[in-house]
């Protein structure tokens, strides 16, 4: 059986680098998930990740039912969208949204009768088995009920779980780390719904033929850690990991390396180790997916910050405007200054509350000034604070410093690509300890996008 | 709403700031070189306070106006200006010169240190060599005779040499009011000797060669700058910037080690011509340079690897200079000559990136199915 002692000596973490910004969690890692009124319009953008975005199914003035495919997957790298809610479409057209300036989404204003597409249940039917399916059903139903990571990168999950020839996975990772301060979606979901956290685990794991699933949980959410060795009893393939809490132990690739001691050599994916990482929300969504019929239509938010008067963390229906879901926690305050969609270290700040939901939507964050102040940028003064913080063994510094000095031929881009650049995961450690303010992540994303030109 | 999206920022990730920043580190480093200030208080009396107060005030001063030449307004390079760096430069200054140093000597280091040392090259940050050496390294050529004319310490042996901490203030009082002597330190006394044997013997006869009269040379009854000779007072500072971690442990201990290497080994092949090689590093500016001067983050490599050839190489060049140079103490141009190596340095060496390289793990995979 598998490890049920959570104690400091035996939790495991990554093997350079990290930071432990203040955790914030406390507004709400001990409120229950809560569903609000659905909204009076949503926004379902067609592009919700990278790759290419669906196509629409529907025109206006159509009648869509919850849960009714409204966007066919486009590709290899692609997944469909399904109505978030029963109503009529408003209109098909470009609206703001956390992807770029603007996307296709469809708007749907919502009906007062809201009824479920056709198949789709409220309760497991007890007579259904796993066993009853194949592996290729399985990853069909997964697909079809446009699954995504829902820890923030929003990558089609049928991509992840659908190995090349060749490759054999032996290890599959559940992602419940939750490193991002504030952020406590995945710590509620954890908490309120492990068994069907774990059903949906045993989805991904008959589809990969692995015998384990490992799940990492970092050791500030003992309730979840508990929560898990008790649906253990039911799931003996479940293996639990306490976390050392220390950012950023939720990167895919700082995970594998904290649960498995294998480290993905660079520019290479998580499967040439043999492992998959999925979010433990990836997991509940393949659970209402397989179990329910259900496609992805529903996540869990945390609605935190300073500047909302009651943060929460929410059930929010893909599309779902930002604003609705604030004001049913009580509205921004006066002291608003950065509206985050995501977590504070990874997360992407918008201008507008208007931004619909999306299915990565971890996290909304209403940042005050003091939360979030914006410092002047000095020189680097070489102190290697960002070099001792860098969890894939870069030198951030360094690497800044060639994109800003570089005088145009990109000769001093094209050196820090040679330093590893394109390693960079963005996460954000080295911009967080420095002490000069360097913005050192945005010169690096600016690098990125300059070698991009060099290479063509 | 739309009122108070009206100012919503954007910026790039992350959307928060830890607890650094420059005053902060700078202000750690002042602290741990309180115990040394006032050790020299203690040994070399009010002159000693009279050149730290000097080079202090000088130093914050300069740096503001050279800001304000470059374009600063005058707010915001007085506050750069007491953001702790210039401190830092004009009190490490100071504990570099003897103690009777003149008021112009100092400012005239000062301005060296800030001006040529920092500012030519685009200040903090942006400079190769480190700003207080560079000043010392100045005076040190073109005041040779003031720069070596260090207070008379108690004779080894007397009631006073051997009785550490009662007699401190007596020595004090001793010292105060006194002209300044021409006395060798320890490391000069072998170079103004006719020859080597003569001069281990001597430093010998003066400062004792048994463990038990290494400790007054611990706690700093030695002639030498103000800052430099207390060991132990050095040490306590030192310790303090680890735990703050301003400071990690690869150049001060590949310094000092790299430095004891080549004395001790120089030591063992002849004793009768190479010193012990406690008393390199006990005398002379090793434990002050390594600590405090050799780790400042503006001038030393960014990675650990980096770090430690850095350090082993000012601590070879120091040993080098000691034993074979004209100078008797080396460790400011060892370090300066580091400092020049740096970018070549940060060129070469780089931390092992995640995923490159050897590939650790398969042997914990077992581990992980038994987890």
Redesign the interface.
Known sequence: M??REHGILNRKTF??GG?H?PESKGATEALAIETPPLPKTVFIPLQQHIGAPANALVKKKDEVLTGQLIGEAVGMVSAPVHASVSGVVKNVAAVPTGYGPRSMAIEITVSEEQAWAEGILQEPDEAFRLDDLEPKALLAALKSAGLVGMGGAAFPTHVKLSPPPGVSI??LILNGAECE?YLTADHRLMVERADDVVRGADVLRRILGVE?V?VGVEDNKPDALAAFAEAQGRAPWL?I?PLKTQYPQGAE?QLI?A??????????LPLH?GVVVQNVGTAFAAFEAVFLNKPLIERVTTISGSAVANPKNLALRIGTPV?DAVAFCGG?T?S?????L?G??????????DMPVMKGTSGV?L?SEG?????EE????????C?QA??????P??LANFIEYDTGDKALVSRAAD??LN?CV?C?SC???????R?L??WI?LGKALHREVKK | VSKLTQKLILSSSPHASGPESVPRIMYVVVLALLPAVVAAILFFGMKALAVMLVAVVAAVVVEALILMLRGESAKRAWRRALDGSALITGLLLALNLPANSPPWMVVIGVVIAIGVGKHVFGGLGNNIFNPALVGRVFLLISFPALMSTWMKVPEAGTERWNAPFESLDSLTGKVEGVEAFTEATPLGLIKTQKNAALGVKETQARYGRDIKSFLPLLIGKRGGSLGETSVLALLIGAIFMFWRGVIRWHIPLSFIGATLAVTGMMWLIDPSIYLNPIYHLLTGGLIIGAFFMATDMVTSPVSPMGMIVFGAGAGILTAVIRLWGSFPEGVSFAILIMNGLVPLIDQKFHPRRFGVGPEPGNKTTQEAHNG
């Open positions: 598998g490890t093997s350079m930071v910004p032996d290890h301060p384990l490992h293996r990991h690739k390396r649960i498995t001691g294998r480290e993905v050599p660079s520019g290479k180790v604003a921004a006066e608003l200054s950065k509206l985050i995501g504070p270290m990874m997360g992407k700040a918008v201008r507008s509350l964050l940042l939360e979030s102040p914006e410092l000095d020189d680097c003064i070489r102190c290697a604070m070099v860098c969890p894939q063994g870069l030198t510094c360094d330093m590893g390693e963005e954000g911009n967080y300890i420095c002490p000069t303010r913005r992540v945005q994303r």
